[in-house]
């Protein structure tokens, strides 16, 4: 089970039902701020909109525990996108890597081997 607030949880998992994939950050209180998602396919992929990122980020950067995106219809692992676009903050321990679905919330993190490992 992961360590968030049940009340973090419960939000998290809602917004997967959305039918495009949903993606942002979790703040250090447990609640989370949802970011553009300006995929040209967001049904099964995401990515947040620098623009947005460029002025949200700043604001609440130290506060930040986690980034976090939804499967709506996929499996709680990472994709072979997702593989390819692991963030750098996530890869460094800086921030958690969580991925959402309808019904948990899993963190992952990269092996010495580059591979997803879920934490937990
Ligand atoms: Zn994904």
Redesign the pocket.
């Known amino acids: 089970m992961i360590d968030l607030p049940a009340n973090t949880i419960h939000g998290l998992v809602a917004l997967a039902n959305s039918i495009q ?1 949903i993606c942002g950050y979790v703040l250090d209180d447990g609640s989370f701020i949802v970011m553009p998602n300006i995929s040209d396919a967001p049904m099964d ?2 990515e947040v909109n620098p623009e947005s990122q460029g002025w949200i980020l700043p604001m609440v950067w130290e506060r930040v525990v986690a980034m976090f ?1 939804t ?1 709506p219809r ?1 499996i709680c692992w ?2 072979d ?2 593989m390819r676009n692991w963030p750098p903050a996530a890869s460094e321990g800086g921030a958690r890597y969580f ?1 959402v679905t309808a019904r948990e919330v899993r963190e992952f993190r990269l092996d010495e081997d580059g591979k997803p490992k879920p934490v937990g």
Do not use: R
Request: charged letters at 25%; zero cysteines.
């Open positions: 994939e992929s995401y995106h499967h996929g990472p994709s996108e997702d991925i």
